[in-house]
């Protein structure tokens, strides 16, 4: 069965950094392009960034360009979002996703893990 958990939110103050974890179980991540979006209250889901399964490029969204960092450990099945200099309007809930062979950016992703919360407050 295919899954994935995100952790490593939480709160923070402006200014701050946190890194998010996405775990993969039930598939091969090396064939998977990666996502990761966000939920804040009031507002759409945004795509924050992606990772290609093949190449390993990167796309990013301009609001966290040069700020957040999106990396993928195949070995230990695992994707990355390093975030720095958060601001309050990056507080949502952090979603990671899935697509086998997918290219990025994209929009539709064909798995995705329940959320973790991101609290950028002081």
């Known amino acids: 069965q295919l899954q994935l958990v995100e952790s490593g939110g939480g709160l923070v103050q402006p200014g701050g950094s946190l890194r998010l974890s996405c775990a993969a179980s039930?598939?091969?991540?090396?064939?998977?392009?990666m996502g990761w979006f966000r939920h804040a209250p009031g507002k759409e889901r945004e795509g924050v960034s992606c990772?290609?399964?093949?190449?390993?490029?990167?796309n990013y969204a301009d609001s966290v360009k040069g700020r957040f960092i999106i990396s993928r450990d195949n070995a230990k099945k695992t994707v990355y979002l390093q975030m720095h200099s958060l601001r309050s309007e990056d507080t949502g809930v952090y979603y990671c996703?899935?697509?086998?062979?997918?290219?990025?950016?994209?929009?539709?992703?064909?798995?995705w893990g329940q959320g973790t919360q991101v609290t950028v407050s002081s």
């Open positions: 990772i290609s399964s093949r190449s390993g490029s990167t």
């Open positions: 039930g598939f091969t991540l090396d064939y998977y392009t």
């Open positions: 996703a899935a697509a086998p062979l997918g290219s990025c950016p994209r929009k539709v992703y064909d798995y």
